[in-house]
């Protein structure tokens, strides 16, 4: 009976230590979960501006994959260039428990209220290539706009030289990138000692509208010799103006962007340069951050940069002059585009 009552003791006294070591665990599965998620339970919203522009589709898609790859899941919205609907798509994502916002601001001042929500709710806010004025976003990742800016410049020097007249044909200025690169473009203009001839910003960077200022400015153009324009449509709507009248590549005109049709057009030789902006790093990079972000860790960042009210954490990524001397070494070798398409109407 004695050994009966000590076998039934010891088992208790198994189970009891069994359960709590079980509870243990559960209490450290808890904690873990606590201080983030694991990737197969990220959810980020991923805002789009536009896919009109060509670049736009290639970020969205190179984000998307790379986060699923880190076992994230991504609600992706286009806006198509509206403020009112890119608020209603934030608020939208809020509703539905994302972990983390990345968004392209339509109009950089405009989502000041959105994102002071969103960090109410405990969700993130990472501005994707364009930062959101005075709305402390947790993370700006982007390339560096001024050096892009000076990057044009350059590109239309190395063909005019010094002396030169120039036209400015520039994106919205509700986008904040506009005024970085604008400040780029001013020290290189302001060190070559050109003579801007007119200057124009053009409402939801919308090629018809640049296209109509260069007919209705034709007389200004003319005598220019270089237009500096914000990205390569811009500049595509430029050139279509000067080939009406047959002098497509007697005025240097520049972009960025490096969209296909630029790089046909720089290679025929009526576009002068564009400025590569490595897209896959900068839409990698942004879905890394994102899913860190979402784990609770810290980024890494090693610059900041002043939103109009305080410093955020920057994420830069370099661009890189293209012209026809390097389309084969940066953009065909890089895979960017084929070299077939780059060369189609040449070769």
Request: net charge negative; hydrophobic share 40%.
């Amino acid at each position: 009976m004695k050994k009966a009552v000590r076998f039934l003791v010891v088992r208790v006294l198994a189970i009891t230590c069994f359960v709590m070591m079980l509870s243990g665990c559960t209490t450290k599965e808890t904690s873990t979960k606590e201080t983030g998620k694991t990737g197969d339970e990220i959810e980020i919203g991923f805002l789009i501006d536009t896919l009109v522009v060509e670049r736009w589709s290639k970020d969205r898609d190179i984000f998307v994959t790379r986060a699923n790859e880190l076992g994230a899941q991504v609600n992706v919205q286009n806006a198509q260039g509206d403020v009112s609907a890119q608020k209603e798509q934030m608020e939208y994502l809020m509703e539905q428990g994302v972990d983390v916002i990345v968004v392209v601001p339509v109009d950089a001042g405009s989502l000041v209220n959105e994102i002071a929500a969103a960090h109410k709710k405990g969700i993130k806010v990472v501005c994707y290539d364009r930062l959101a004025t005075d709305s402390n976003a947790d993370l700006y990742v982007s390339f560096d706009n001024e050096t892009v800016g000076s990057l044009m410049v350059k590109g239309a020097f190395n063909k005019v030289g010094k002396k030169a007249k120039v036209a400015i044909v520039n994106g919205p200025t509700s986008d904040n990138n506009v005024h970085l690169l604008k400040s780029g473009m001013m020290k290189k203009i302001k060190e070559y000692g050109w003579e801007i001839v007119d200057e124009t910003c053009i409402e939801g960077w919308k090629t018809e509208l640049a296209y109509e200022y260069a007919n209705n400015n034709f007389d200004k153009i003319k005598d220019c010799n270089a237009v500096i324009c914000g990205n390569d449509g811009l500049a595509g709507a430029v050139i279509n103006a000067l080939a009406e009248k047959r002098l497509a590549g007697t005025i240097a005109v520049t972009g960025q962007d490096a969209d296909l049709e630029a790089c046909q057009r720089i290679v025929e030789g009526t576009q002068t340069m564009t400025v590569y902006k490595d897209i896959t790093s900068l839409a990698r990079t942004a879905a890394e951050e994102a899913v860190t972000l979402a784990k609770g860790e810290d980024v890494f960042y090693d610059r900041t940069i002043n939103d109009g009210k305080q410093d955020i954490p920057y994420v830069c990524v370099e661009p890189v002059a293209v012209d026809r001397y390097n389309m084969d070494d940066v953009i065909v070798s890089g895979g960017f585009h084929l070299r077939e398409e780059v060369y189609l109407n040449v070769e």
